[in-house]
């Protein structure tokens, strides 16, 4: 059990796009000698995949590939962290001709990235250019590259010599959708499909350039490899092999001048071949490693899968997915050579698993991940140490649940603007779910495509509004049924978007990238989609923690209103936690306060176990900002996550991070409450009934409003203001001589949100060395990457103490100040005053800045002292920290 505690769970970080949607390149092709297939035949399906140096920081290949097919279709797309890759998606339709599932393989070469596609008709090979042949630069500089999909016009998808017509015989195995693909070291393409006649057949193309003819040959049972190069000896004469030696799984690992192929067959039995030797190396009955019903052994194993992983210290594993009825077991395996050019299998772990359906599992040299589809159709992302979890227990990971199905509307409330900052809240619905529903809704009148986020909301507004308006009689109606007609509208358009969200949001693989670890789920509305960060507690805090849980789950939408209006109307957060406990108590008809008394029994000492808990989440003592100097690796940080889809990410985490710990605190602000009511010396361990009432719920209450104000400044979305209004700004700031003024450069933003515009919007170098600055850095430091391939305590968490309202820099506000932002910025301070007591004089200067530029000069005299206004006035701004004018 003790292990378990030391184990981490993962939180997905989902970054919804509110751009208009990626336009792709089509390409289309029509192979000739076929003929359309159904283009449901197979299912669609997802993959990935990342060059070798791709952890490398500074790397031309610090990027990923993200494919879809669907049908006769497949999407590539190619993402990097650090920079916006231009010309980065194409679709590449091959007509009639149906894409197996997993059937895109992508192999690396030193000149050449090469895609080697698999249809149910034909196979093809397509060969772009490698990064590092395209910039030979060491050091990346530019903020935004052109992809490796820049000049696909330009390839020859009909060069005979680049595709290939699968023969009729041996001809595909209709019941299998298994493929595998690779290079050979001479720069052949070989593909290896189960074959109709239920063995493998492997079809070779020369390499490019090179002439040479198309060849097949059979893997047979008998140990010996049949070739044909053209025309096939009929099946009574070659020796046929069994229909249950059908492989359902396939994998290749290359070596130097050979590749070892698996299969795992659909009678529970995993083959290894040599393709250069022409012999069958091993054959293993994978039934003896689990417990075996008759019923079972007699079954087909249709539901197997085989996936690999490398590791140059240890050597080849093998993990398999054994699939029964009701239940799933996977098992670990060790490649072991033997005498005499043989193999066998080390068993490594068995672990079992109760999930419904299997969608898709990834394996490291010391991890399973893993993704199912439960009974109710739900999403289940879980993991494992196969190697140190003796108990087998699975790992969470908490993924992204859908919106709401209901939207509360009060009686008070506009029901068009609730559902407008509802439906486009960041990080909710996706632009494509909302332009899905609002062609449907508009009866498909009208094609609203690459429409930016402000254009989508007005025509959703017109769409609605229009369907209601055609929908209202000409006799008058009274305001209560004025209001729940809206309702009904609007809940009718709502409804629609949340059924293209559970779609488009459904996951379809796993992408693990094995050179950093970095986990993704590819889903199959949007690419990429999330990333995974992880959250550690010890014993004591996550015992402390349940009992929060348990005070979460039990309040009301009313309930956690109660806090939300306290925070806004800047009414202290302990009477409205005060007052949230009185509403518990009342309510409990659970007896859930007797189960969190008993819960603070367990925990020695609650006291300290909230303290704990603070420090943890406060970043004004956030000590990783002292241990940046000393780590091991030297980054460019005017590069590091500068791409649009990293800030997104980066910044959805921030959001995401401040949600969870306001509702802690909220929680750990009622259950401070109910200690005090409690008053129990077995509890609060003695004389610490003064400390906690003293101490703890004084510490609690900023702390809470902090994350309230980061979690408004990531929903918050930045006004689009034109250039000129920015130059124009940026001459009047720079005439109070701020400090780097001329670094900020006037752009148009996008329809982002405040954090994203603080993060991504100021990329330049001067810019970004004052953001590295604030966080405890320089220009260039020091910094390591985790075991999950991100930068730890960079990203969000060094983002979140960047923005922390009580540390002494000020870069959020100045940057809201030389953004044009003063609607926000105004907010921004009205949340920030009455409680922050650090800055003071920086927030007068800039509400007085506010005030003159929104045309209310006559309210300065009264928010700004003496000081402060007469500088303001004269420009005498001398290179001085705001927080050093205070006086």
């Known amino acids: 059990m003790a292990a378990a505690w030391t184990e981490r769970s993962y939180l997905e970080l989902n970054a919804a796009a509110r751009g208009p949607p990626r336009r792709l390149r089509e390409v289309v092709f029509s192979p000739p000698g076929t003929a359309p297939l159904p283009a449901g035949r197979y299912g669609d399906s997802a993959g990935g995949f990342c060059y070798q140096e791709s952890a490398h920081s500074g790397s031309l290949t610090t990027r990923r590939l993200l494919r879809t097919t669907s049908g006769d279709t497949v999407e590539l797309v190619e993402e990097s962290l650090d920079v916006n890759l231009l010309n980065n998606a194409v679709r590449l339709r091959i007509q009639g001709c149906p894409f197996l599932p997993g059937g895109v393989h992508l192999c690396e070469v030193q000149s050449h990235l090469v895609v080697l596609l698999v249809t149910g008709q034909t196979v093809h090979r397509l060969l772009l250019p490698h990064p590092a042949r395209m910039y030979r630069s060491e050091l990346i500089t530019e903020s935004q590259m052109q992809s490796v999909f820049t000049d696909i016009g330009k390839s020859n998808f009909r060069d ?24 050979s070291s001479e720069g052949e393409a070989l593909f290896a499909l189960p074959s109709a006649s239920g063995g493998i057949f492997v079809l070779k193309l020369p390499p490019p350039d090179v002439p040479g003819a198309v060849s097949v040959v059979e893997l047979k049972q008998s140990s010996v490899m049949q070739r044909f190069l053209t025309g096939w000896m009929p099946t009574a004469i070659r020796g046929d092999c069994s229909p249950s030696d059908l492989p359902i799984s396939l994998s290749v690992h290359c070596l130097d001048h050979d590749a070892f192929l698996f299969a795992l067959c659909q009678d529970h039995k995993l083959r290894m071949w040599s393709y250069k030797d022409q012999m069958c190396l091993m054959v293993a009955d994978l039934l003896e490693f689990m417990p075996v019903s008759r019923d079972l052994r007699l079954a087909a194993g249709t539901g197997h899968r085989l996936r690999l992983a490398f590791s140059q210290s240890l050597g080849l594993y093998l993990g398999v997915y054994m699939h029964a009825p009701k239940r799933g077991q996977f098992c670990v395996f060790q490649l072991v050579s033997t005498e005499s050019n043989r193999y066998s299998l080390d068993h490594i772990s068995s672990l079992f698993s109760s999930q419904e359906t299997l969608v898709d599992f990834a394996l490291t040299s010391a991890e399973i991940w893993a993704l199912w589809h439960n009974e109710e159709n739900q999403t289940v992302v879980k993991y494992i140490n196969f190697e140190q979890n003796v108990a087998g227990q699975w790992n969470q990971v908490f993924v992204q649940p859908l919106p709401e199905e209901e939207v509360t509307v009060r009686h008070d409330q506009d029901p068009r603007e609730t559902y407008l900052e509802y439906l486009f809240m960041p990080g909710r619905f996706t632009n494509a779910a909302i332009q899905k529903a609002l062609q449907i809704f508009s009866q498909g009148a009208e094609r609203h495509m690459d429409l930016t986020w402000d254009e989508l909301r007005k025509e959703v507004t017109l769409a609605v509004e229009s369907e209601f308006q055609g929908s209202v009689t000409e006799y008058e109606c009274s305001p209560e049924e004025f209001w729940q007609l ?50 550690e507690m010890s014993r004591d805090v996550v015992c402390l923690v349940q009992c929060l849980r348990l005070i979460g789950e039990s309040i009301s939408m009313e309930m956690a209103f109660i806090m939300e209006m306290a925070c806004s109307r800047l009414q202290p957060p302990e009477k409205a936690a005060e007052q949230i406990l009185e509403d518990l108590v009342a309510n409990d008809t659970e007896n859930v306060m007797e189960e969190i008394h008993s819960k603070l029994q367990e925990i020695r000492n609650p006291i300290h176990a909230m303290g704990v808990l603070i420090r943890e989440m406060d970043y004004e003592t956030d000590a990783d900002m002292e241990r940046a100097h000393h ?18 990410a980066v910044c959805w985490g921030v959001c995401k991070i401040a949600t969870i710990r306001f509702l802690i605190c909220r929680d750990l602000l009622i259950l401070q409450q109910l200690l005090l009511r409690l008053g129990d010396p077995m509890v609060l361990g003695g004389g610490q009934l003064f400390q906690s009432q003293q101490d703890l719920l004084h510490r609690t209450s900023p702390l809470l409003l902090s994350y309230y104000l980061i979690r408004w400044a990531s929903q918050r979305l930045a006004s689009d203001v034109p250039v000129d209004t920015l130059e124009s700004n940026l001459q009047h700031l720079s005439v109070l001589e701020l400090a780097d003024t001329a670094a900020l450069t006037p752009h148009k933003l996008g329809k982002v949100s405040t954090v994203e515009m603080f993060f991504g919007g100021q990329r330049d170098k001067q810019q970004q060395n004052k953001v590295s600055r604030s966080l405890g850095l320089g220009p260039e430091t020091w910094i390591s990457f985790s075991a999950c391939g991100g930068w730890k305590g960079l990203t969000q968490p060094n983002l979140i103490n960047s923005e922390w309202p009580s540390n002494p820099g000020f870069l959020f506000p100045e940057c809201l100040m030389g953004s044009c932002q003063y609607t926000q910025l105004q907010e921004y301070i009205r949340l920030l005053q009455p409680w922050c007591h650090v800055n003071m004089g920086s927030c007068s200067f800039m509400m007085g800045r506010c005030y003159l530029v929104m045309g209310e000069g006559h309210k300065v005299s009264s928010s700004t002292s003496n000081g402060i206004r007469e500088l303001f006035f004269l420009g005498g701004w001398k290179h001085q920290p705001y927080s050093c004018c205070a006086s």
């Open 160 to 183: 005979p010599s680049n595709y290939y017509v699968i023969p009729n015989v041996p001809g595909l195995a209709s019941n299998s959708v298994a493929s595998a693909a690779w290079l």
């Open 486 to 535: 809206q309702v009904e509208f609007w809940s009718k358009f709502y409804a629609c978007c949340l059924q293209y969200q559970e779609a488009l949001s459904r996951p379809l693989a796993l992408h693990l990238n094995p050179y950093t670890g970095m986990v993704c789920l590819l889903k199959k509305g949007f690419l990429p989609d999330s990333f995974i960060t992880d959250l």
């Open 631 to 648: 780590l091991n690796m030297r980054l460019n940080l005017t590069q590091l996550y500068g791409s649009g889809t990293a800030v997104s």
